[in-house]
């Protein structure tokens, strides 16, 4: 099949590309546009790694056609902050130790970024009801919690700083 | 008093230089990961973010069939599919790469890829090497095969008795009983004879693996001149590369192997033989570096490590005053169509056997089955999990046949606080503990008598309400005879005895520090651990500290972050390399100092003269021990540089007995726990709630309160994985039927509870700062925690838990049974 061009917003910047009509977004994303951070655990929808946002909504990157996203906005773990200037999700999951391994991070902090855009005061519950579909095999889920209620503090403080 | 089949051990005395103290720095401090910036911002560099120009990706067509002879293999359309590099068959492997690593003895053939016979399904039948990983999947599609279809072993006690073609290895093993050998540690017959009460109980322990949300995979590539380099995820890189090269039929110097991060390991990625050598082949057979990573399908089908799959028949003896005599059991392992570790995973729980209870003598009948199903190999725990389990429900079942209190009688058994190091009868030590203070504060964690009586009242509600109570060992620190030392006396194999992690240190011209490590990150902090370490050494803070990995060529023996050993062992290693760097520093800091060496030591981050204000830098001094040779004495003690490598050998072991009368000290820095769960059984559906659920752990001194709690909570979660939910299913004809995340389930953020955690610390007199490991952590317990506890909700109908996992259906199959109208 013949590749199909298709343009997009990738962590804010329009982006276009041709690609294949059947390959996978998590795969472009990966190793078309050199964005590693979406991480690729099951290949059929369930570990909730290759989470990324879509218009604003998650989505299982490794379910979606890469030719899907044309139009639409794409933000990936790049999208969050830098190593030494992170966003006060991922500066919220160092504190609270909600990763150890690493890969299910990335899914992770794109759910949680999704849950706190909508929802600034979440319960345990709420944040459990949010990551209930990504799989962590490491941290028995109880400081990725922690971690989620501590950013919605963080970024309520920072909503009133800026007020 | 210790048997007199015990007697020729000698503890050897303690090694350790540094010893717990409350007065660290770092020590003990619960300092943000090191290792985090890069994780959470997607820099992580796992195996899949790794690409090399030119590189091709490789799928594998696997066995549909759990036992077939591969008749005829035809690839020619697979070949004409544009896009195609080759496609290889394992009879075109075997000409570069030889068979697969195997510690059984006498070894159990293993190929990376079938060629003769496929013995369980997902055995690799062929490989397509082709420009992108979508096209190599076609072509495996394309390829046809033609197979006579053998007799399928997938039941234990059938396939033990199997003959003609229904024998899976005919060449190397008469049946598929591959392995039966029966010990006596200790007067297991007298102790019986003398016993007043003998609890018996059969019990069932269910096939499951680690299961890393990043599964396995290598990029390899080869040429003439360079030989091979194999980036892989494995971590056992620079333990045996020798020999991996034999695998692959190149002498040492032409195979380089590279670890990365692991997205978690579990113990699954400990070795990868099997696909180290698939890709490296793959490699050289198509002339392009070559990609192949594992799909979650394949990961469950074909992985290294498939954790125990067995049946106990288990005896303890007792008196009637509750004292524990013996522990007797039969154990039926089915290990698959492997021996990958030999029946090294039933060693390993022989160093903890009896709990931490005072018991006389142990015996074993141990028969290793071999199966048309993935082989076994490392799973968090070692099969010392399984162990727990059975002394432990052991115990529950004799307090109630004995009418005693079960915290009651596990108390009477317990070894006490002053009978440290205690020896048990296997020759393994318990190198210290508390084991009641460690009961006393899990009850209070909890509030034990607060559970007992909501548990009081739910009963009169007709709720099924339990509380479970395990003491629980946890082994830390393996010596490596527990690979081989079940092995037939006279053929044990190869009789490895060194188990050592190394670390390079070096300071450079600036005065920072970098510290090599071996093996690598699996998730389990080991660089912030390292790094801890060395801040206390030299007293200067995490950000002068860089930390990176050799590879096999750079690199020493290291075997990583498994058996909870490494971070006692680098810690070891860590502390070797810093005291000889501290002494060079001294030497260059005394004469810029003009002082004596006697008189300076390092603290805060320089060299300082004793009972003055003078001092040097770290920075000062390595500026010039790097760049200023001349400043310094012409001789030899200052040469250029401030650099060591250090080797750190297990603190404390002995060889086993000739004859296997014991099996001398290897697993000796014991840890400790103690968790209690309470649970609410929904009688009608069989589901399992857990309404509180408190860790304590012993481990020793602790470098990170934060991480290792980290240990405990996963370690938990997973064990109630392990109680309640996860078990690979093969059916009748070996068909593995739930082979993937939707119907194998893990735990999600539902089914794990809020874990309380707290920790006692009995410093190990053994260890650098008398740490010991925790990595292992919950697993240990949680799965005899959840079974005593869903036991004592279920009371009232006389239902004991044997088995694990215990999913609804399995529970409420139970419960129906036991409340079905007589």
């Not at chain 2, 300092?31 to 899949?48: A, H, M, S």
């Not at chain 2, 432990?392 to 190091?421: I, K």
Request: charged content about 20%; some cysteine.
């Amino acid at each position: 099949m013949k590749p199909i061009e298709i343009a997009f917003t990738l962590n804010g910047k329009p982006r276009s590309a041709e690609v294949r009509p059947r390959v996978l977004l998590s795969d472009f994303l990966r190793h078309q546009m050199g964005l590693p951070g979406t991480h690729v655990g099951c290949e059929h929808g369930v570990c909730g790694s290759c989470t990324i946002l879509l218009d604003g909504r998650s989505a299982r990157s490794c379910l979606t056609f890469a030719v899907q996203i044309d139009g639409s906005e794409v933000e990936t773990v790049e999208s969050l902050g830098t190593a030494s200037a992170l966003h006060p999700i991922q500066k919220a999951f160092q504190e609270e130790h909600g990763l150890q391994c690493g890969f299910c991070t990335p899914g992770m902090l794109m759910v949680a970024r999704e849950l706190l855009e909508h929802h600034d005061t979440p319960s345990e519950e709420e944040v459990r009801e949010a990551i209930a579909g990504n799989l962590c095999r490491c941290t028995g889920y109880q400081n990725i919690v922690a971690a989620i209620l501590s950013a919605a503090a963080k970024l309520r403080a920072e909503k009133e700083t800026t007020v | 008093m210790r048997s007199p089949h015990l007697a020729d051990i000698v503890i050897p005395p303690s090694r350790q230089r540094e010893a717990a103290r409350s007065s660290a720095k770092w020590i003990g401090k619960s300092i943000p990961r090191v290792e985090d910036p890069k994780l959470l911002t997607g820099k992580g560099r796992y195996i899949d973010d790794l690409s090399l120009p030119n590189m091709a990706h490789a799928a594998v067509l696997r066995s549909p069939h759990a036992h077939a002879r591969i008749i005829r293999i035809n690839k020619s359309r697979a070949e004409a599919l544009p896009g195609v590099v080759c496609v290889v068959t394992g009879r075109e492997l075997s000409e570069v790469a030889a068979s697969a690593v195997s510690f059984a003895s006498p070894p159990i053939t293993q190929h990376p890829m079938a060629i003769e016979k496929a013995r369980h399904v997902g055995e690799v039948i062929a490989a397509v090497v082709a420009e992108d990983r979508y096209i190599a999947e076609d072509a495996v599609e394309l390829i046809e095969v033609e197979y006579e279809l053998l007799p399928v072993n997938s039941d234990p006690e059938i396939a033990m008795n199997a003959t003609g073609d229904g024998v899976i290895h005919p060449t190397e093993r008469e049946s598929n009983v591959a392995y039966d050998e029966t010990f006596d540690w200790g007067p297991v017959e007298e102790d019986f004879a003398r016993a007043e009460l003998v609890v018996r109980r059969k019990m069932r322990w269910g096939r499951a693996a680690g299961t890393p949300i990043e599964t396995c995979g290598a990029v390899a590539e080869y040429d003439d001149a360079n030989g091979y380099t194999v980036t892989s995820n494995s971590a056992f890189g620079n333990f045996i590369p020798w020999v991996l090269a034999g695998c692959l039929k190149v002498h040492p110097t032409k195979l380089k192997l590279i670890g990365v991060n692991n997205g978690g390991s579990f113990g699954t990625k400990v070795l990868l033989h099997k696909i180290i050598i698939l890709t490296a082949g793959l490699a050289r057979l198509s002339g392009r570096p070559v990609k192949y990573i594992e799909d979650r399908l394949e990961h469950f089908l074909n992985s290294d490590g498939h954790g125990p799959d067995r049946y106990y028949d288990a005896e303890l003896a007792l008196r009637r005053d509750g004292t524990m005599l013996a522990l007797r059991f039969k154990v039926v392992d089915d290990y698959g169509a492997y021996l990958h570790f030999s029946v090294g995973t039933n060693g390993n729980p022989l160093a903890q056997v009896v709990g931490p209870y005072k018991i006389n003598s142990v015996g074993m009948r141990l028969i290793a089955v071999l199966t048309n199903k993935c082989q076994q190999g490392p799973y968090r725990c070692f099969g010392a999990e399984c162990a727990n389990f059975v002394i432990e429900r052991l115990v529950d079942a004799a307090a109630r046949e004995l009418g005693m209190d079960r915290e009651a009688l596990r108390l009477h058994n317990m070894v006490q606080p002053h009978e440290f190091p205690y020896m048990i009868p296997t020759g393994n030590i318990d190198d210290s503990g508390n084991y009641q203070a460690v009961l006393d504060k899990a009850k209070t964690l909890i509030d034990l008598p607060a559970w007992k009586s909501r548990q009081a009242e739910a009963r009169t509600q007709g709720r099924r309400l339990g509380i479970g109570l395990v003491t629980c060992q946890e082994r830390s620190v393996y010596s490596p005879t527990e690979w081989w030392f079940l092995n037939p006396v006279k053929t044990p194999g190869f009789a490895l005895t060194s188990a050592p992690e190394g670390v390079q240190l070096r300071i450079d011209g600036s005065g920072h520090i970098y510290c090599q490590l071996q093996t690598p990150f699996i998730g389990t902090s080991s660089e912030t651990m390292v790094t801890q370490v060395l801040c206390e050494q030299f007293g200067v803070a995490p950000g002068d500290i860089a930390i990176g990995y050799s590879d096999s060529h750079t690199g020493f023996n290291g075997i990583g972050a498994n058996g909870s050993r490494f971070t006692v062992m680098v810690a070891g290693a860590c502390v070797s390399a810093s005291h000889r760097l501290k002494e060079r520093l001294k030497r260059f800091g005394a004469h810029l100092l003009e002082a004596n060496t006697a008189d300076v030591e390092v603290v805060d981050g320089a060299v300082r003269v004793h009972g003055t204000d003078r001092h040097k830098t770290i920075a000062e001094i390595a500026i010039m021990a790097n760049f200023f040779r001349k400043a310094f004495p012409d001789t030899p003690e200052f040469d250029t540089g401030l650099e060591t490598t250090a080797v750190y050998d297990h603190p404390l072991a002995t060889e086993p007995h000739p004859e296997r009368k014991h099996l001398g000290i290897f697993y000796p820095i014991m840890g400790h726990q103690c968790h209690i769960a309470v649970v609410e059984v929904d009688e009608e559906t069989g589901q399992v709630k857990i309404l509180d659920y408190a860790a304590v752990h012993d481990v020793g001194t602790v470098v990170n309160p934060m991480t290792l709690d980290g240990q405990v909570v996963g370690g938990t979660a997973n064990g109630i994985g392990t109680a309640l939910l996860e078990e690979f299913i093969y059916d009748a004809e070996g068909q593995f039927v739930n082979a993937n995340l939707g119907q194998f389930c893990m735990p999600s953020a539902h089914d794990v509870p809020h874990i309380r955690t707290a920790h006692l610390s009995t410093p190990s007199p053994f260890t650098e700062y008398g740490i010991k490991g925790g990595g292992e952590g919950g697993r240990m317990s949680a799965p005899a925690a959840i079974a005593s506890a869903i036991e004592d909700a279920l009371a009232p109908l006389g239902i004991e838990i044997l088995q694990v996992p215990v999913p609804p259906p399995r529970l409420r199959a139970l419960i129906r049974s036991a409340t079905r109208p007589q």
